[in-house]
């Protein structure tokens, strides 16, 4: 079983339209610190990603906060964090965030919560990293995705085994304990030249 200390959440910086989102925020939280895992998160005290690191520190557990200077305020950094890391760009937030965690999850968000998964998810194909991704699919925020996800190894642009490296499930805990069993793998990232 694979150890894990941290998990790094991407999750939007807006509430979104249901309520459902916020508790699927709560929910993870909860599952994390009931684990004894610590939170690596965005450093903002809105949206999902506030509801998910407040919940983590009122029930006592601890969130590290990365933020780039230039989201400071707009993104309303949380100041009551056990560690908030303030760096110079996206780069290196994103480069920290994956250093400091054992495994990626994203709850609903935005373009920046899809960017930084696909990110993550790529260099994990591409085998920079061997720590399992996943997707908290809350109220079937990400059917539509997975569905693509599928339609990309149909037209053979993505293999089923890294199609399959990206984790999806509806529950915190269900995930994380696939996160706790995940096998990496080992498939040849190839590039095939094409007669023109």
């Known amino acids: ?12 910086s807006s509430p979104g339209r249901l309520e459902a989102y916020s508790e699927a925020a709560r929910a993870l939280g909860a599952a994390l610190v009931e ?12 949206g999902i990603m506030g509801v998910v690191a407040d919940t ?10 990365i933020i780039p200077d230039a989201l400071v305020k707009k993104e309303v950094a949380h100041t009551g964090l056990t560690e908030l890391h303030v760096t110079r ?3 290196e937030r994103k480069t920290l965030m994956a250093e400091l965690a054992d495994g990626f999850v994203a709850l609903p968000g935005g373009i920046g919560t899809l960017e930084e998964l696909f990110e993550v998810w790529t260099w994990a194909q591409l085998g920079f990293h061997e720590k399992p991704c996943g997707l908290l699919n809350v109220a079937g925020y990400y059917d539509a995705l997975a569905t693509f996800l599928d339609h990309t190894v149909a037209e053979q ?3 089923q085994p890294h199609r399959s490296m990206l984790i999806v499930e509806s529950e915190p805990a269900a995930l994380l304990e696939r996160f706790r069993s995940f096998t990496p793998p080992h498939v040849a990232k190839l590039i095939v030249e094409q007669d023109t």
């Open 1 to 12: 079983m694979r150890e894990l200390k941290s998990i790094c959440v991407y999750c939007g």
């Open 157 to 159: 642009f993505v293999k």
């Open 89 to 91: 760009s996206m780069h």
């Open 35 to 46: 684990r004894g895992i610590r939170l690596v998160y965005g450093g903002a005290n809105i």
């Open 56 to 65: 983590v520190l009122a029930l006592g557990g601890e969130v590290v906060g």
